[in-house]
């Protein structure tokens, strides 16, 4: 509003200096009485002519225009966020599922990867033990992390992305060491170990994200509250002589983690 009212006020004010200057180029009066004429014009209105007009018109008709497509922009744009904002409902609609059947899946991998660790020798896993089958990464809950990316703000969709990108991990990870095994190649326990934490940090991730799919909580936590790791281990069911060893290593990895968030 206030940009609005200095540009009539400039546009007047240089109006009426065009005026004058007009006057006074355009005669051949002696400069006081091109002056006095000027200003007597000015006053009188009389500076009025035509091509003023026409301009002025043009000006008013001009500022309409892009008024108009202005509020058609923003109109527009109000319409976008409503439809945005609507789909973000919907797909945080159904997130509490997405997130269960993902708490499932790591629970699952972490369960088959401590059978694993508990048949490990002093190093690694004994060449004759078979590795299990693991399950694939559910197709529909990384869809709807997918819209979940796309449609929330820049610092909780980036939380969604690193969910995605650490199931992505996981399980890339999960298929190489299965490809080793296969060439002959046991795994370390240290792998083994490794593959646990992915397991329970994707677990973790999922967790925290229960209050906003839930529609209780507005905010997406955006880091992982200390201890969430080891918290997990019994809550995918892990209760063994192996519980303080992996909690340690978990406490290691977060320590590692924020260390990294710092530099």
């Not at 005026?19 to 009389?46: N, Q």
């Not at 992390?145 to 796309?150: A, F, P, R, S, Y």
């Amino acid at each position: 509003m206030k940009k609005s009212v200095a540009a009539a006020v400039g546009f007047l004010v240089g109006l009426l200096l065009f005026a004058v200057g007009r006057e006074i180029a355009l005669d051949e009066r002696s400069w006081p009485v091109m002056i006095g004429d000027a200003m007597s014009k000015v006053g009188r209105l009389g500076w009025i002519d035509t091509t003023l007009v026409t301009g002025l018109a043009a000006v008013a008709a001009a500022y309409v225009s892009v008024r108009a497509v202005r509020d058609q922009i923003e109109q527009e744009r109000s319409l976008e966020d409503e439809r945005r904002l609507a789909k973000l409902q919907a797909a945080r609609s159904v997130l509490s599922l997405s997130l269960s059947n993902l708490c499932d899946y790591s629970t699952t991998c972490a369960q088959l990867t401590h059978g694993l660790l508990l048949r490990c020798g002093e190093d690694r896993l004994p060449q004759d033990v078979v590795l299990p089958v693991y399950p694939s990464v559910p197709d529909t809950p990384v869809a709807v992390l997918k819209e979940m990316v796309e449609l929330s703000d820049h610092a909780a969709g980036m939380v969604f992305a690193k969910l995605a990108s650490k199931l992505q991990v996981q399980s890339a990870r999960l298929r190489g060491t299965a490809r080793d095994k296969a060439g002959g190649q046991s795994p370390s326990k240290s792998t083994m170990e490794s593959h646990l934490i992915d397991a329970l940090e994707v677990y973790a991730r999922c967790s925290c994200l229960f209050d906003y799919a839930r529609f209780e909580a507005e905010l997406v936590p955006e880091t992982l509250p200390p201890g969430v790791l080891s918290a997990a281990i019994h809550n995918v069911g892990i209760y063994s002589r192996l519980y303080q060893e992996i909690a340690e290593r978990c406490n290691l990895y977060e320590e590692l983690a924020q260390q990294r968030m710092k530099i």
